[in-house]
């Protein structure tokens, strides 16, 4: 999401989360304010091989509740980062305990990224189990995310994981009736929520409302 009006207008629709993109090379680079959300809707910043610091700033100045690392970020970082995300939500739970202003206690959820074509070598999973709470799979292409096309959900039927995952990569309306057939196999037994993006753009960051709403309605 990238526009005041257009945030609005979309969280009416009650996602279960907004995305903000927080990667300065992109076209939905996301860089003022977050209009006042329903408390059911969870903000989530997407950085790309961003250092920790820059995402420890993003978190603080608007209240993210869920990081996606969609870049190269290894085991390491994810572990680093969610330290250091206990560490920060602890100080300032204490420092503004006294004041008006609400601070989340709750930890930020990590969802990480992997790109898929049609293969992949789901044993490098294991490792970042224990580091994310999501993983998210999207189309392997020449942008990190956007691009726009599916990858090939077979692939999913090897995921050795319970770690639940996002489906993303090129979902809009012409692929309602392949999720329900994707509903109904077990390559979907572990699959927590669909992302969309581009499908349902106007312009990058402004959402075509209707069409998402024909979307939700169709599922």
């Known amino acids: 999401m990238k526009y005041k009006d257009n945030i609005t207008e979309v969280a009416q629709l009650q996602p279960d989360y907004l995305g903000f993109i927080f990667y300065e090379k992109s076209s939905r ?17 997407v950085f790309v091989n961003a250092s920790i610091p820059y995402i420890l700033e993003k978190i603080k100045n608007y209240n993210l509740q869920v990081i996606q690392l969609h870049g190269e970020e290894s085991v390491s970082f994810c572990a680093e980062l969610k ?11 204490n420092e503004e305990s006294n004041n008006e202003i609400h601070v989340s206690s709750e930890m930020p959820e990590v969802i990480k990224v992997f790109s898929i074509k049609d293969k992949f070598d789901f044993s490098i999973l294991k ?41 993303s990569g090129g979902i ?23 992302d969309v993006n581009s499908k349902f753009e106007i312009e990058p960051g402004l959402k075509n409302n209707k069409e998402l709403k024909t979307f939700k309605n169709e599922l």
Request: include cysteine.
């Open 29 to 45: 680079f996301f860089d003022r304010d977050i209009p006042e959300l329903p408390r059911s809707i969870k903000k989530v910043g």
């Open 83 to 93: 330290l250091m995300c206990h560490t920060e939500r602890s100080l300032s739970a």
């Open 127 to 167: 490792p970042f189990e224990e580091v994310c709470d999501y993983f998210l799979f999207d189309t392997k292409g020449k942008l990190p995310g956007g691009n726009g096309y599916t990858f090939n959900w077979d692939a999913l039927k090897e995921y050795p994981s319970t770690k639940p995952f996002f489906l």
């Open 172 to 194: 809009g309306l012409n692929e309602t009736e392949k999720l329900k057939d994707f509903k109904n196999t077990d390559a979907s037994k572990y699959c927590y929520a669909v």
